[in-house]
């Protein structure tokens, strides 16, 4: 095979790749229990250490349009939550590279309510945050849409509730401090995956873990 040749099947599979594949950054989905606690204890192994002064002026930010939860003061939202429940979107910043784990809950469709595998899923969370001897961390639990389905503040909204409602259960149900977490709705401004296939579409659906500090 002369190099004419392999120069086009390279561009191609590169082409490909960028056209298919996750967005930069991206990590990938997680659906498995088993896999979902390695990569959690590997997250929280890695735990955020003090910066030094100055240091976090310097690592590249990204800033995103988010909705923004105090779990310890809206948890109770979720009972009934109001067809007019004010949210105005704030803007976050963050680090391009924050740890974090990017898994596959289910709910009810256009709900925050937990179906499927969530809760099996969850408990593999909950058992990795409350082992013996780790230094407690907090959690941003960030709750993702794709674009291509219902409104962007519909999106927003639902976003917002569902990862209330994941913090929820990990409260509520298995006992995990409420002050370890906060909550957050990204709707559909931080896709991972290029929304040009179903697949893309529907693995933007996704709940992520982010590890804030080791506190």
């Known amino acids: 095979m002369n190099s004419r040749r392999l120069f086009i099947i390279a561009m191609l599979l590169a082409w490909c790749s960028a056209w298919w594949g996750p967005q930069a950054g991206a990590q990938d989905l997680l659906s498995n229990p088993d896999d979902v606690e390695k990569a959690l204890q590997k997250l929280l192994n890695k735990r955020s250490q003090p910066l030094a002064s100055g240091t976090q002026d310097r690592k590249p930010m990204e800033s995103h349009k988010v909705i923004q939860f105090d779990p310890s003061k809206d948890l109770r939202i979720l009972a009934a939550p109001p067809s007019n429940l004010a949210m105005e979107p704030v803007v976050r910043q963050r680090p391009v590279d924050a740890p974090h784990v ?3 809950i289910n709910f009810e469709i256009n709900s925050h309510e937990l ?3 969530a809760l099996q899923l969850l408990d593999r969370v909950a058992k ?3 082992e013996p001897g780790r230094e407690p961390c907090r959690i941003s639990v960030n709750g993702h849409t794709d674009s291509k389905t219902g409104s962007y503040p519909h999106n927003m909204r ?3 509730l569902r990862a209330l409602s ?5 409260v509520q149900q298995r006992g995990i401090p409420v002050t370890r977490f906060e909550a957050r709705g990204y709707g559909p401004n931080k896709p991972a995956y290029p929304e040009t296939t179903q697949q893309g579409i ?4 996704r709940v992520e873990f982010e590890l804030l ?3």
């Not at 994941?166 to 990990?170: G, I, Q």
């Not at 529907?202 to 659906?205: D, G, S």
Request: charged letters at 30%.
């Open 102 to 104: 990017d898994v596959q």
């Open 115 to 117: 179906v499927g595998t």
């Open 128 to 130: 990795v945050m409350s």
């Open 158 to 160: 639902l976003s917002g």
């Open 166 to 170: 994941v913090v929820r259960y990990l």
């Open 202 to 205: 529907e693995r933007n659906r």
């Open 213 to 215: 500090d080791s506190r």
